[in-house]
């Protein structure tokens, strides 16, 4: 056991040096992703930037967990990380061309960069003790938050990198991606020794846990689970989305808007490990509704002050923790539903709904907002808020009756026996 926690610490630290790097490239692009679809596309395409990348995601996340199934974790976050950086010099090309499918080519590849980040948080869960998988798994997502809050404002840099470089314009900051990308990458070759999910095979397991491998326990609950996830990932992607393009069209300069944006992602990861910690000492339902409650506050807040950069700024990062106590929570919950063979199909699917679903909300969230404005995309968000949260009262209910009646069952048995 003492080797094993030494072995579960090296993992995650190096997952969390990756996922640090990772963020650097996330948070360097998506401040100027929709602006950028939206010169070369229109506004009605804004949404594009975030819709290619989140469809990559999805298109690579089950062959991720395939690949990871057949050959470990080590070589499939290392390939992701890779495609991920030919996919910001693909979109630099693409600008620079003015071709609008090429640039969202470019995005879709960017997209597996944050399939990685989906796998990697799963990675931390490989061999860590049940009681410690909630703080693990947080952990990882946390550590995008150095980088991912850096990126945004590189892009002031940037633009100095692109003149340099004789980049297009608005394109500097994915040199940094690049460069973040290919390192990430490399980290992931040489120092995730040994193999989280190698490691998870190979050791020693008592004949319970042998017997119990490849089952799903509570398919209601893990249904919700995935959808709860799902859900917050379109409700987050639909409105930081079109925030950047709100906030251009409102007279805000890019170091407003990459600043804003810098804030927000800290919301969606710096506070991953409270919630890691609260989904394993209070629930993970309990956790899901917190976290739908910071959505909640932020539909509030971005609808009703929307011509207030400020009022905007403080509903993306409330945004951002509604997101962070919803997935860390949820995929803990999936984390503890499947076992053995089935835990990386089970983990596949769910980032590949999570991911079409954050493609559907980005896509919508361009005619929505060219139609009925920033504050009715907010609110028709708050629509499926409010559908998680009763999802998620009535599984807690659910699960609290079965509890109840189990523990009656065995009191009643207790005196007979």
Do not use: C
């Not at 509704?289 to 506050?297: K, P, R």
């Not at 060219?370 to 009262?393: E, Q």
Request: net charge positive; no cysteine.
């Amino acid at each position: 056991m003492d080797i094993d926690r030494a072995v579960q610490s090296r993992i995650v630290r190096t997952l969390v040096a990756g996922q640090v790097l990772a963020g650097l490239g996330l948070g360097a692009t998506v401040a100027v992703g929709a602006i950028l679809a939206a010169d070369l596309g229109g506004e009605t395409l804004s949404g594009a930037a975030a819709t290619s990348s989140t469809l990559g995601a999805a298109l690579v996340s089950i062959p991720l967990a395939r690949l990871a199934q057949r050959w470990g974790r080590r070589p499939a976050l290392a390939l992701g990380a890779g495609v991920a950086a030919g996919g910001s010099l693909i979109t630099v090309l693409a600008v620079g061309l003015a071709f609008f499918p090429l640039l969202i080519l470019g995005f879709a590849m960017l997209g597996v960069g944050t399939a990685v980040g989906l796998q990697a948080r799963f990675a931390a869960t490989d061999v860590a003790a049940a009681e410690h998988r909630g703080r693990d798994l947080s952990l990882v997502v946390w550590s995008t938050t150095i980088g991912a809050v850096a990126g945004p404002n590189l892009i002031g840099p940037g633009e100095a990198i692109a003149q340099w470089l004789s980049l297009p314009t608005n394109t500097g900051s994915f040199a940094f991606a690049i460069a973040a990308q290919l390192a990430a990458m490399a980290l992931y070759l040489v120092a995730l020794r040994p193999d989280p999910l190698t490691l998870a095979r190979n050791r020693p397991v008592d004949s319970a846990v042998a017997a119990d491998a490849g089952i799903v326990r509570g398919r209601g609950p893990l249904v919700f689970a995935i959808a709860a996830i799902a859900i917050s990932h379109a409700v987050m992607v639909s409105i930081m989305a079109m925030t950047p393009v709100h906030l251009s069209h409102h007279g805000a300069s890019l170091t407003i808007i990459g600043f804003t944006i810098s804030l927000h992602i800290a919301g969606m990861y710096a506070l991953s490990p409270v919630f890691g910690w609260a989904s394993d000492r209070f629930g993970r339902i309990p956790t899901i509704l917190i976290g739908q409650g910071f959505f909640a506050a932020s539909v509030f807040v971005v609808a009703l002050g929307q011509l207030s950069n400020a009022a905007v700024t403080v509903g993306l990062v409330l945004l951002g923790l509604g997101w962070s106590a919803s997935t860390v929570a949820g995929s803990a919950l999936v984390a503890d539903l499947a076992t053995g063979k089935t835990k990386l199909r089970i983990q596949g699917r769910s980032d590949t709904i999570m991911s079409l679903a954050g493609a559907f909300g980005g896509g919508f969230a361009g005619p929505i907002l060219a139609i009925v404005g920033y504050a009715g995309l907010a609110w028709g968000a708050g629509i499926l808020v409010l559908i998680v949260a009763a999802g998620a009262l009535v599984v807690w209910r659910s699960a609290s009756v079965a509890a109840a009646e189990k523990l009656l069952l065995s009191d009643v048995a207790g005196p007979a026996s």
